[in-house]
């Protein structure tokens, strides 16, 4: 295991760089959302570098951490953390936040991932593609 990963903390070293880089949400709501997944402080996390008017509209902003503790394991599975927030929309402002854990289905080459919270991916909760 490298420095780099060891450092890191992650679990699948040959596999570390799959998920850095930029990835945008598609086939919902909060389509076009843009996340870019990089290292800080110690973590690989993913931050919201564009947003989109609903989640604007919801209490989201650029600069969102939204993905922490991005970790593959020796198997080559993925798991991350999600931000949530509860969001008053009659006072305009968030009521809370917490993480949720989400495994990861990496498909196409490595250019989409889905991610979801049964063992099985069957349904995706959100869906990313990566960009360039």
Partial sequence: MGFFQTFLGLHNPKNANELVGIWERIGDEFSGCLIRVELEEREIV???IVSTPQMLSAGWNIGDRKWRH???DSEG???LFDLRKE???QNKKVLSTDYEHYRISLG???RRISLHQSK???FAAQT???LG
């Fill in 120 to 122: 099985i991916p069957i």
């Fill in 87 to 89: 969001y008053d929309t």
């Fill in 46 to 48: 993913g931050k919201i």
């Fill in 128 to 130: 990313w593609q990566k």
């Fill in 108 to 110: 196409h080459q490595g």
């Fill in 70 to 72: 991005i970790e593959g």
């Fill in 77 to 79: 599975k993925w798991q």
